[in-house]
């Protein structure tokens, strides 16, 4: 493995609004059916008097979570409104701190690492994966300044397209605890368009055949040190 680079900790401009965002999403998506369309970001960024970025991060954290589907230039749609399986016995009812993150960071990486090798070993179509990661270069480039949560969409076709239910299950369930935690922190994982070159990187060596240099790009991307620094910090 390269040196690991650690996540670059800085809180979240107007977290507060993110959480109660985050909150009456959840909540109107579980009171909702399988296949039932949510309103567009401006209604409901418009309903809840919050901006149409603010909506749109907590959708991505939703889409994260297995319990939404946003479908490109055609809305939103529920897939699971009780996100199971519970994601209680995970957290264990431990303090959300730099070294919970860090254990969190390690089980994901198990579980993103093996996803890779699946992938890479079975030698899918990256069709699709090569389609999204033009999306959210667009998106970035449409909006460079954006604050945010994070972005999962990447991982979460990459297990799709490996086929395996019991690890697209497992998957589901971390990344719904991964964004819980940061949230409740009131922290950020570092910078998105990093982790979207990082992402780019991983594919390149999946479409070149180099499965161990993909898991190790991934393991990279996702374990690595939880290091805190203010928003001064950062600044410098």
Same mark, same amino acid.
């Given at each position: 493995?390269?040196? #690991?680079?650690?996540?670059?900790?800085?809180?979240i401009?107007?977290?507060?609004? %993110?959480? /109660?965002? &985050? #909150?009456?999403l @959840?909540?109107?998506?579980?009171?909702?059916?399988?296949?039932?369309?949510?309103?567009?970001e401006? /209604?409901?960024? /418009?309903?809840?008097?919050?901006?149409?970025?603010?909506v749109r991060?907590?959708?991505?954290?939703?889409?994260s979570?297995?319990k939404?589907?946003?479908?490109?230039?055609a809305?939103? %749609?529920?897939?699971?409104?009780n996100?199971s399986?519970?994601?209680?016995?995970?957290?264990?009812? &431990?303090?959300?701190?730099?070294? %919970?993150?860090?254990?969190?960071a390690?089980?994901?990486s198990?579980?993103?690492?093996? +996803? $890779? /090798?699946? +992938?890479?070993r079975?030698? $899918? @179509?990256?069709?699709? +994966?090569?389609?999204?990661l033009?999306?959210?270069?667009?998106? !970035?480039?449409a909006?460079?300044?954006?604050?945010?949560?994070?972005?999962?969409?990447f991982? +979460? !076709?990459?297990?799709?397209?490996?086929g395996?239910?019991? &690890?697209?299950?497992?998957?589901r369930?971390?990344?719904?605890?991964?964004?819980?935690?940061?949230a409740?922190?009131?922290?950020?994982?570092?910078?998105r368009?990093?982790?979207?070159a990082?992402?780019e990187?991983? !594919?390149?060596?999946?479409e070149?055949? @180099?499965?161990?240099?993909?898991?190790? &790009?991934?393991? @990279?991307?996702?374990?690595?040190?939880?290091v805190?620094?203010?928003?001064?910090?950062?600044?410098?």
């Amino acid at each position: 493995m390269g040196e #690991r680079r650690p996540f670059q900790i800085i809180p979240i401009r107007q977290v507060d609004v %993110y959480r /109660e965002v &985050l #909150r009456q999403l @959840d909540g109107l998506v579980s009171s909702l059916r399988p296949g039932e369309r949510l309103g567009s970001e401006r /209604e409901l960024a /418009e309903q809840l008097n919050v901006s149409r970025v603010s909506v749109r991060e907590a959708l991505r954290a939703l889409e994260s979570m297995g319990k939404v589907e946003i479908r490109r230039n055609a809305g939103t %749609y529920v897939l699971d409104p009780n996100g199971s399986p519970p994601i209680e016995p995970l957290r264990m009812g &431990l303090p959300v701190d730099a070294r %919970y993150l860090q254990w969190l960071a390690e089980l994901r990486s198990a579980i993103e690492t093996k +996803v $890779v /090798e699946l +992938v890479g070993r079975q030698k $899918v @179509d990256l069709t699709p +994966v090569w389609a999204l990661l033009r999306q959210a270069g667009d998106e !970035l480039a449409a909006r460079p300044g954006e604050d945010g949560m994070m972005d999962m969409r990447f991982e +979460v !076709l990459l297990a799709r397209l490996a086929g395996n239910p019991l &690890l697209i299950q497992m998957q589901r369930m971390v990344h719904r605890l991964w964004v819980a935690s940061w949230a409740e922190a009131g922290l950020s994982p570092g910078d998105r368009h990093l982790f979207h070159a990082e992402h780019e990187g991983i !594919l390149e060596a999946l479409e070149a055949g @180099d499965v161990d240099r993909a898991m190790e &790009l991934m393991h @990279d991307h996702v374990d690595r040190p939880v290091v805190e620094r203010t928003e001064e910090d950062a600044s410098r």
